[in-house]
């Protein structure tokens, strides 16, 4: 029998406030180490915790969208553990009863099918602050700017059964969040991380030994990693070996897992709750208050996309992979009337500039409007595709506006019959061998006059146009 995998979630989304979960320090990323940290981040003695509101809403703000309960009553409560980053000694965290529970979310599979994966629980905890370990010849320096900051701690169900369901879940979840404006989803910067839990066992069997591992922050490691943990975990069992609970980090470079520490259960943590904060307490009316500013979310602007745009599920899905993608697509397929030639140009042209210079469509130098009037001189035979595109590169080097470039660099496509023909007749003149085995039946040599006209018009004439009277003038 083959073995099955098991794969849980845990992913930490780290909240778009402008400050703590517990204090009003910051949460700008980028500071001068340990300048941003309070203390109340540090939990000296006398100072006191106080919830951010904004926290809450947005932890809701997800529930809603992942159809999840929201808990009208939930505690916070102290995790006890050491770790050189944790000051306090302790985490303030959800335990028994987080804000979020019981909700799912459906992830897209590879044969075109859904596949819905319960969201155990979503429950608001502060981060820790980061150990670093270069540049100390030997030793750790500790900055605590992150201590503190409003996290979203997401855990899935052990529904997942690969690596690549774990990763279109975790894309989904990246997208959604965005799109809720929950989260920013920068996975460079720790953002958006996550730890997964791998096991495997026989079909039909109870669930094996899990092992966990910690931070990862890309969505290539999170496949890699768990492809390696699997591959580790079935030859360990199939040599007669055990399993061991424990946690596991991921080593990109070497393309492997190495453990960590023994995994520790919830009685190791000696949760207890926090005497310093009070329950929170969530109205029915505030729910529906926040549910009232839900945006349109990732899967119902996917379906309307099809509908409305006519576009495929693959097309659909990479434009409405972020608000801003879709926002963009949108504003450039109703500006020319041509969904399926913005969403062309969209993946095509403008993707490989955004990936070349690793930037977000946010950032983009050529405004929606602008390749929006590229693309219309496209429709309106002013520029040629290959053309066009040497027009997208000079507007990403923001050399003038798009007439002025085509007229700038001379890349005025032909059009004028009379031209095209007088063209045509010279090149048909000068090849009159090639003229004879055409007619003689051997057609593919049209596109060898296709090319001599493109050379001689230096890839400004109208390729349609020099098609039709191409074909009229050889055949007649």
Known sequence: MEWETVIGLEIHAQLATNSKIFSGSSTAYGAEPNTQASL?????????????????EMAIRFGLAINATI???????RKNYFYPDLPKGYQISQFELPVVAQGYLDIELDDGSSKRIGVTRAHLEEDAGKSLHED????????????????LEIVSEPDLRSAKEAVAY?????????????????????????????????????FGTRAEIKNLNSFRFIERAIHYEVERQ??????????????????????????????????????????????????????????????????AKKQRFMQTYHLGSYEADALTSSSELGDYFERVAQGTQDAKLAANWLMGGLAALLN???????????????????????????????AAKDVLEALWQGEGSVDAIIEAKGLKQISDTSAIEAMLDEIIANNPSQVAEYRSGKDKLFAF????????????????????????????
């Open 136 to 151: 100390f010849h030997g030793k750790t320096g500790i900055d605590l700017n992150r201590a503190g900051t409003p996290l």
């Open 449 to 476: 006059f296709v090319g001599q006209a493109m050379r001689a018009s230096k890839g400004k004439a109208n390729p349609s146009t020099v098609n039709d009277i191409l074909k009229q003038k050889l055949e007649g």
């Open 170 to 206: 975790m894309k989904k979840m990246h997208a959604l969040v965005r799109y809720l404006g929950v989260c920013d989803g920068n996975m460079q910067e720790g953002s958006f991380r996550c730890d997964a839990n791998v096991s495997v066992r026989k079909p039909g069997q109870p």
């Open 40 to 56: 109340v981040d540090l939990g000296m003695p006398g100072v006191l915790p106080v919830l951010n509101k904004k926290a809450v």
């Open 234 to 299: 079935i030859e360990l069992l199939e040599s007669g070996g055990k399993v061991i609970q424990e946690t596991r980090l991921y080593d990109p470079d070497q393309g492997e897992t190495r453990s960590m520490r023994s995994k520790e259960d919830a009685n190791d943590y000696r949760y207890f709750p926090d005497p310093d904060l009070l329950p929170v307490e969530i109205t029915a009316t505030e729910i529906e208050a926040i549910r009232a500013t839900l945006p349109e979310l990732p899967t």
């Open 356 to 386: 070349k210079h690793e930037l977000e469509i946010s950032a983009a130098p050529v405004a929606a409007e602008t390749l929006t009037q590229l693309l219309n001189r496209i429709k309106d035979q002013t520029l040629s595709s290959t």
């Open 71 to 77: 808990t009208p009553r939930s505690v916070f409560a």
